[in-house]
Each structure stands twice: as C-alpha cells, then as structure tokens.
C-alpha cells in the first residue's frame, strides 16, 4: 500500500508568484496534484468545471460548509471559495502529494483545521518588488495596488508561522527549494512505517 | 548575522554505514562538521586529539558531566564517550551545521534535552543485510554478531520517534536524502526571520 500523500499549503501574497512557482514545479516533478477549490462564482470563459474551479450554487456550497466538507472556506467580492475536504482524503489516501494554492486566510484555516498539512510561506524578494510586479500586471488601480501593498506587509509578518518560507526571486530556484521540501517531508518517519516494518519483517523471516 | 546552524542527530544500528553515508555527504556539501566526541579511553594508533576524539581523563570527563555540560554521555566497555555542549553551541551560533554521528542510545539522550535537534534514522536495507555486512567486516565473534543483530532490531524498532528515517540501500541516493533534508530544514520559517525581517524592511524604505 502506499504511504499517504503529503498536502502542502502554499501561500503568500498576492503577487508573489506562486502560478508560476507551480509551473515551474510541474518541470522537476509530476507526483503533486493541485487541488481544485469549489465557488459560487460563475465561470470565466475558457474555464472549465472541475479542472479550474468546481462552479456551485450557493445552495450545493453551503450544504458542504454545513457537512463539515469545507477545509477551509471565505467570501471574496461577494463570491464563495473554499477547499473540499472528501475529495482531498480520497486523493491523499491513494498516495497522491496534493499542493492547495490558497491566499494567507484560508491557510490559516487550513493550519488549523488539519494537522498534517506542510505550510509553506512564499515571500516576495522584498515588498517593493512585489507592488513593482502588482503595477506591470497592470490589473490593478494605483489606489488598489496601495491596499494590496498594505496587505502584503501585514501578510508577510506572518510567514513565521509557517512550516517553512521560500523566497520567489528566481522561480527556478524557488521551485527547486519546494521540490526539496516535498522529498524531505517524504522522508519523516510518519511516512516510513511501512519500511520500517518491511526492514523487520525480512530479519523476522531470516531469523526463522 | 548568519541564521544559527543546524544540529543533526545520526543515528542507526551499528553497522549501518553511518561513516561512508558522511564521506558521501563531505562530496555533495562542505557546510557542515561533524562533532567531536569527549572519551576516557586512550588513543589509538593514528587518532589525533581534536579531530578523532577529545581525549579526558575520567576526572576531566565527569567534570563536565557535572557542569552540565554533556549534550548526552554514555559508558561502553569500561570508557566514557560524551558530546561537548559548550563547542557545539559556539559553532552553531556561527552557522555551521553539525552532525552528531552517534549511537541509538546517545541519539535518545539529545533528542530529550535538545529541543532544535533534527534527527535522522539509518536504516539497513534489512536487519538481514545488515547481519551479512557484519559478517563481511569480520571484526566480530558469531556471538556478537547474532548479539548485535538483535539489538539492530529492537534500534529499527525505535526508528519511528525520530524525524526522518533514510535506508542505506544506496551510498549516494542515501548520502543525498540527508543533504535535501539540511536543505529543507534550512528553509524552515524559525531559520528565516531574518528574511523575513529584510522583506519588510525594503518596504518601509520605500515607503517613505
């Protein structure tokens, strides 16, 4: 049987990168799934149920926050985002590595709520570099990009208590540093129970 | 200022290949010492003092024990072997990485009285093949032999209460998980407050 996955927490900043970090991760490994959150917005054009965004109504999101299937959950421009639970347990059971890119609220939720997720904090090279990068997307107003900036300060503060913070100043780099995260936590003895009863069982059977 | 170093705990059942594992680490990464054990017995031919061992006096040794100043100490065939607390603090306060390379039962001394210590356990591919690479070495009896294997058993037993558990199936695949997980545990958030600080120090200088 394979060892459960692991279920990484990836948040940061808006403007950080993180995209393109799991980009970038895809070219050094293909043993990560990145989870699929459900809203109740409607779909963008191009985007498609299931591999973008689980569309909901309402109704069908609610009934999952009321189930207790709701990792973590929020409200944004009157819209409702949130990670579902069952689906995640499936995946991680099978053994799969599941990567839930979410914003620093939801992390902190998630934090919370689950015991064995591995947060990792990603930190832009410095904050004025990230309100740089947030006024060439050019989605932004400039009185926008002040409270996003804002933000990031008091977002940043709190990468202390995440697991571990990369900075995104090269994104290969950055993937790599994510990539060593995910071989490292494969290696913690709570993923190694089967080995190490594989190393006994052969003694056991030698011993015979 | 550099970020403090690491502290590693070793450890595994003798004959393991805990050595040859730290030779092959010295060919993937130079940032790291191994510690310097404190013994009451005699040198032998070729051990130099300050790099194979410190080698004390009983006196000298228990001096130190009762200054609290063994990280963990233990008595094998009649001599004294203990780790230093006082240089290990000096070097990791420079940066330097540390490994302890140490037997199980040292291993379980520092992990108790030191909260910062990372610990990894080697295992043999089986307690079989460890039983042959015992064999193969011919420095031991039968008796010691089987007698060494059945400690090996209870040791693997125990590998569960440490951190990571690497398998020494492979020399340079095992030397090189060791070397991602001191990259991993370098990004850990309590290595990173300085970035952290730095990230938010560049913001406030450009927002004045």
């Known amino acids: 049987m394979a060892s459960r996955g692991i279920l990484i927490v990836l948040s940061g900043p808006s403007g950080t990168g993180k995209d393109s970090i799991l980009k970038e991760l895809r070219n050094l490994r293909n043993d990560f799934e990145i989870s699929v959150s459900c809203t109740t917005r409607g779909p963008r054009s191009g985007e498609v149920n299931g591999k973008d965004y689980y569309f ?63 947060s990792i904090f990603v930190l832009p090279p410095s904050v004025q570099i990230l309100k740089q990068r947030l006024k060439n997307r050019g989605l932004d107003s400039d009185e926008a990009i002040e409270m996003r900036t804002r933000e990031a300060e008091r977002e940043v503060a709190l990468a202390k208590n995440y697991d571990y913070v990369v900075v995104n100043d090269n994104l290969k780099e950055c993937a790599n540093d994510i990539s060593k995260i995910i071989d490292s936590e494969k290696l913690r003895a709570i993923h190694r129970k089967n080995i190490i009863k594989e190393v006994l069982n052969n003694e056991s059977v030698v011993s015979r």
């Open 56 to 118: 909901l109504t309402k109704s069908e999101f609610m009934d999952k926050v009321d189930s207790g299937d709701m990792l973590e959950w929020a409200t944004f421009c009157g819209n409702y985002y949130g990670t579902p639970k069952h689906e995640l347990e499936n995946r991680l059971n099978e053994g799969l590595n599941i990567i839930l890119e979410i914003e620093v609220k939801g992390a902190e939720q998630v934090m919370k709520n689950s015991s064995e997720a591995v």
